[in-house]
């Protein structure tokens, strides 16, 4: 027998019981036959009620308290402290004149303006907790160790984990902040685990070898948090309110979350980009070894790729394919897909270059 069926009994008996009692002052001058009829008949129709209404007043406002206080983040707790410390005081400052007032409202007014400011209090703080962080945010650049509660968890969606990248870079030590990975994040891995089409099992595996390499090595803490989303949403959608929810930045490599989460304010920080900001940069003249191992598309040319996936074409080279040559850069594009190098093979371009 569940918690909430036990809760619903205890709440009809004692419903029923009360009803039992007012039952005896309510049909007091009724007869006896049909006072003990119409007496059981409301204890009855009041052991429904309470047996009906008793989770919506205790199991249902205690689970919805705790999911909003596991949600909350580290700054909605500061900020809340701090407007009900306002709060109060601002309840103080308003207990004197509100005591002067004649008969009972002097004594419980001020009861009630003291509750009432405080709840204001920590309301607002909390609601405008972007605006406060950012009046304190010189504050965080200048002091030592300080820093925005919000730049230290970051969520990590399905794709990071699978394309493994991040916890290479984990491993090194350059972020600076907690990795949290929410529980229906690893549910979808383990879905992905389980699919019958190779592929998707192959990827899903690699997700949870890279994220049980990311518990093990990474120097940045990695938490898998109890956290989720009611209503049914799928898994872009409950990050997206997550991170607008606790103004947390969103690790992803998905092109449409990036989008959808960018467009709503959401700081996206995507391993493809850093990726690419972290390639070396080639500048006209550099000369590199390189595998040639297919032809280009374009009449001459022949295709290598460099150790971090960089594709370098090289001109005049299509007869080299197979051969491992020295290339000379020749320029160099940034693409959406990367960046692609151009170059000549090193002889032909002195070649070039002396006639």
């Known amino acids: 027998m569940g918690v909430d069926l036990v809760l619903r009994f205890i709440g009809g008996i004692l419903a029923g019981a009360s009803m039992t009692q007012l039952a005896a002052v309510l049909v007091d001058s009724v007869e006896p036959p049909r006072a003990n009829l119409l007496a059981f008949s409301l204890a009855a129709a009041a ?34 402290g701090l407007g009900l410390v306002v709060g109060l005081l ?51 650049r200048t002091v030592p160790g300080i820093r925005a509660a919000a730049d230290q968890r970051a969520l ?53 070898e890279v ?17 989720d989303v009611d209503g049914g949403l799928d898994v872009d959608s409950k990050l997206v309110y997550l991170a607008r929810e606790h103004d947390w930045p969103l690790f992803t490599n998905d092109w449409n979350l990036n989008r959808v989460a960018a467009l709503q ?16 940069l080639c500048v006209p003249g550099d000369t590199m070894r390189l595998k040639l191992v297919q032809p280009g598309k374009e009449a001459g040319q022949g295709v290598g790729y460099l150790a971090d996936g960089t594709m370098v074409v090289v001109e005049s080279a299509s007869k080299l394919v197979g051969e491992e040559i020295d290339v000379v850069v020749t320029r160099a594009i940034q693409t959406a897909a990367g960046r692609i190098i151009f170059g000549r093979p090193r002889d032909r371009a002195n070649g070039h270059a002396q006639s």
Not at 195 to 204: H, T, Y
Not at 211 to 216: A, C, P, S, T
């Open 211 to 227: 994220l049980e390499r990311l518990q093990k090595e990474s120097l940045a803490p990695v938490e898998i948090a109890e956290i």
């Open 47 to 80: 052991f429904a009620v309470g047996f009906a209404i008793t989770p919506y007043l205790t199991t249902v406002p205690f689970f919805w308290f705790r999911d909003r206080v596991l949600r909350a983040s580290g700054e909605d707790y500061l900020l809340g």
């Open 90 to 140: 601002c309840g103080a400052l308003a207990t004197a004149p509100l005591s002067a007032l004649p008969g009972k409202l002097g004594s419980w007014l001020p009861t009630i303006a003291t509750v009432v400011l405080a709840y204001f209090g920590v309301v607002m703080t909390v609601h405008h907790k972007r605006g406060l962080v950012a009046i304190f945010a010189p504050l965080r």
């Open 265 to 280: 304010g959401i700081r996206v920080l995507n391993v493809n980009e850093l990726a690419n900001a972290v390639k070396t």
């Open 156 to 208: 990590v969606d399905t794709s990071t984990i699978i394309d493994g990248r991040l916890a290479d870079v984990a491993a090194t030590g350059f972020l600076f902040c907690t990795l949290v990975v929410p529980r229906f994040v690893l549910l979808e891995l383990q879905h992905v685990a389980d699919s019958a089409d190779p592929n998707k099992r192959s990827r899903g595996r690699r997700g949870l």
